[in-house]
């Protein structure tokens, strides 16, 4: 269950950025994008080890409420990101 989230919420972000970003700098971001992940990936798996040290099924579970918050997240900001664009129409 974990992996399938995570998956989502990886490709959901590309997508994000993909269409957030002009044309001419669509390359950039989505390459800054594919570095993050690179880095993220290094990270967790320090992390994940660190969290396995304590208790085996640990990262399991950070994982899965991590993966499953991550999308809820991304769309509230995305939300308030398109209403604070909207022009204001009327007094």
């Known amino acids: 269950m974990a992996s399938l989230l995570l998956a989502v919420s990886l490709s959901a972000v590309g997508a994000l950025l993909s269409a957030a970003a002009p044309t001419d700098r ?11 992940l690179v880095l993220g990936e290094v990270v967790g798996v320090s992390g994940g080890s660190f969290i396995a040290g304590i208790d085996p099924m640990l990262p399991l ?5 991590l993966a499953a918050v991550a999308p809820a997240v991304l769309s509230r900001q995305r939300r308030r ?11």
């Open 61 to 65: 579970l950070v994982l899965a409420v």
């Open 81 to 91: 990101t398109a209403g604070a664009q909207s022009p204001r129409t009327g007094p």
């Open 26 to 36: 669509q390359g950039t971001v989505l390459g800054n994008n594919a570095a993050l």
